[in-house]
Nanobody, 121 residues
Framework: QVQLVESGGGLVQAGGSLRLSCAAS????????MGWYRQPPGKQRDLVAA???????NYADSVKGRFTISRDNAKNTVYLQMNSLKPEDTAVYYC???????????????WGQGTQVTVSS
């Protein structure tokens, strides 16, 4: 069993910063890619940023230059530093771990429970 536990969401004024963390725990051998998705009210869930075990990153165009994703492979933890936040960044942010190889030698994807980020104008 693998679990993802997110933290760091909250309420912030426009222009402010937040840092999200997501720690994966359980019978993990390796994780290929970790990332963050977000889902605004009434809209679909979209990729915000992702990072591979080798450190390659990709970002949604809307967050480039403002958000930074990083990862601690030894701790199976991914971070999302969000700066210059805008009201349109308001959403539930979900952590994703893709290509998780567990001790049963199975590959699976996992999702966190989501954390609310609200940016006031």
């Amino acid at each position: 069993q693998v679990q993802l536990v997110e933290s760091g969401g909250g309420l912030v004024q426009a222009g402010g910063s937040l840092r999200l963390s997501c720690a994966a725990s359980g019978r993990i051998i390796s994780i290929n890619r970790m990332g963050w998705y977000r889902q605004p009210p009434g809209k679909q869930r979209d990729l915000v940023a992702a990072i591979t075990s080798g450190g390659s990153t990709n970002y949604a165009d809307s967050v480039k230059g403002r958000f930074t994703i990083s990862r601690d492979n030894a701790k199976n933890t991914v971070y999302l530093q969000m700066n210059s936040l805008k009201p349109e960044d308001t959403a539930v942010y979900y952590c994703n771990a893709a290509g998780v190889l567990n001790t049963s030698l199975r590959l699976r994807d996992y999702w966190g429970q989501g954390t609310q980020v609200t940016v006031s104008s």
